[in-house]
DNA sequence: CGAAACCTTGAGCATGTTCAAAAATCGTGG
DNA sequence: CCACGATTTTTGAACATGCTCAAGGTTTCG
């Protein structure tokens, strides 16, 4: 948390954020509703870099300018932070540099991680990783919420959404999930997504 | 440049800055040399986060241990700035702060982009926009050095080795490049390049 | 000069994609 | 509440890109 340096804004289901090109001028923090930050080829394909949940925070950039796109999955609201009010308040507080900081290692962590996601998993692998990983940020312990489309899903893992739906299918078959709706997922056995991501 | 606050230290080739789980207690500057940065999964798969030149910084992370190996592809001298003098420097001169600030922004951007380029592009692009990368940061216009072994190569870009050659075989036939020797890649059409590296 | 490591090339194969169609779900208005 | 069309998801079959396995060539280095 950054302090009391932010305003606030709300975002429709689908509205964005901010786009590519647009001057970076601040950072976010997502305080309700689920965002997607993607880049794009110029042809159309398109990966999604991160699904930002509750507590997250989106929009550094090292450019003058967003690389990527940030839109609202469902309806949000986000804390606003300046980039020049930022830099202002750390060079006068030490303790909001280094939480900055830490921030930003959390973040070149997690990045790092989805290389070897993307790069070396099997579609099977990515699917239990993504469902494990959005299991961690879900509420209950056996329910995952996924209020993102299976595009969405596709464009995350770098799959098609066929492939997507396949997997999902395939894991609800070996009673490994169940799908009650679009939007959730049931683990039924965990043990069985943790040996499929083999990440040390 | 983090000022006056390093030590160097000398590593052969194929020899070891720090591995995956050792105390991340220190952050290092390429002086001179080529390392990679590299994640591995539990049955052998590799992926290479980054080739490190000179200039570059390697060993960034959130938590208490590395989770990824540094080793030197041909013999590096590195400087070595201890975390702990760091967040003290850091917590007396704001500037300090914002220079590390800046740094982290940028690699991060750069692993976002690579993204992209496991997620979404083709073999083909991907050795193309690895060229491009590599051309940019050699000394000459039109050699792009090559330090790295074609395993390296595939591993960075997430393909195999035969694809990797079959690829760059391909770019030679077409009279894009040519190959001189194992460590060195011309190029003869750059034009041919930018047109596969569909980033906006 | 010989051995080891690395790189290239070829042929067959597998994973995931593409294209197509059916099924389920959602939103809207009667 | 249900009917309707639109959208999303699922499923199937054929296909393609890149992988695996195998062999031959090249460079490196003792």
Redesign the interface.
């Known amino acids: 948390m950054l302090g009391p340096l932010g305003s606030i804004a709300a975002i429709s289901a689908g509205h964005e954020l901010f786009r590519?090109g647009d001057p970076a001028d601040a950072w976010y923090r997502v305080a309700s509703g689920v965002l997607r930050s993607c880049?794009?080829?110029?042809?159309g394909?398109?990966?999604i870099?991160s699904f930002i949940l509750p507590g997250d925070y989106v929009g550094?950039?090292?450019?003058r300018a967003y690389?990527?796109v940030a839109e609202a999955i469902t309806p949000a609201t986000v804390v606003r932070y300046s980039r020049a009010r930022i830099?202002q308040s750390?060079?006068?507080d030490?303790?909001l540099?280094?939480l900055?900081?830490?921030i930003?290692?959390?973040?070149?962590?997690a990045?790092?991680?989805?290389?070897?996601q993307?790069?070396?998993?099997t579609a099977e692998e990515r699917v239990a990783s993504f469902l494990l990983e959005m299991l961690e940020r879900s509420p209950r312990e056996d329910i995952v919420d996924v209020p993102m489309s299976r595009n969405d899903i596709a464009d995350y893992l770098?799959l098609t959404i066929e492939t997507v739906s396949r997997t999902l299918s395939m894991f609800k078959r070996d009673a490994i999930i169940a799908l009650p709706d679009r939007q959730h997922v049931a683990v039924l056995d965990r043990k069985a997504l943790d040996r499929l991501d083999?990440?040390?």
């Open positions: 590519q880049r794009l080829l110029s042809d394909r398109r990966q870099d550094f950039e090292s450019g690389s990527s830099d750390a060079s006068e030490p303790a540099g280094r900055l900081l830490a930003m290692l959390n973040h070149l962590g990045v790092r991680g989805r290389l070897l993307l790069g070396r998993m770098a083999r990440r040390d």
